[in-house]
Nanobody
Framework: QVQLVESGGGLVQAGGSLRLSCAASGIIFADNAMAWYRQAPGRQRELLAMITRAGTDYANSVKGRFTISRDNAKNTQYLQMNSLKPEDTAVYYC????????WGQGTQVTVSS
């Protein structure tokens, strides 16, 4: 059974930083592409960043501010978020991409102005 557990969300002032973590179990972590999404109230879930064997890719809205990384030895991926803005407020989800996409439970990030 695949399980993804996010942590690291919280309340931060605009301009601040947070690092989200996503611990995976039940999969061969290194074989899979991983991603981070977010969903704000009333909006569709948005793909923010993806990491594959070929490299990383980012949505324009977070490029230059967010960094996705992974530690295959720890079965964990990360999202370092810098220069946070109030519009970054959302529930953040990690995902394992493949024939079946697996999701974490989400972690709330709130950025105050």
């Amino acid at each position: 059974q695949v399980q993804l557990v996010e942590s690291g969300g919280g309340l931060v002032q605009a301009g601040g930083s947070l690092r989200l973590s996503c611990a995976a179990s039940g999969i061969i972590f290194a074989d899979n592409a991983m991603a981070w999404y977010r969903q704000a109230p009333g909006r569709q879930r948005e793909l923010l960043a993806m990491i594959t064997r070929a490299g990383t890719d980012y949505a324009n809205s977070v490029k230059g501010r967010f960094t996705i990384s992974r530690d295959n030895a720890k079965n964990t991926q990360y999202l370092q978020m810098n220069s946070l803005k109030p519009e970054d407020t959302a529930v953040y989800y990690c995902a394992v991409l493949g024939p079946t996409t697996y999701w974490g439970q989400g972690t709330q990030v709130t950025v105050s102005s």
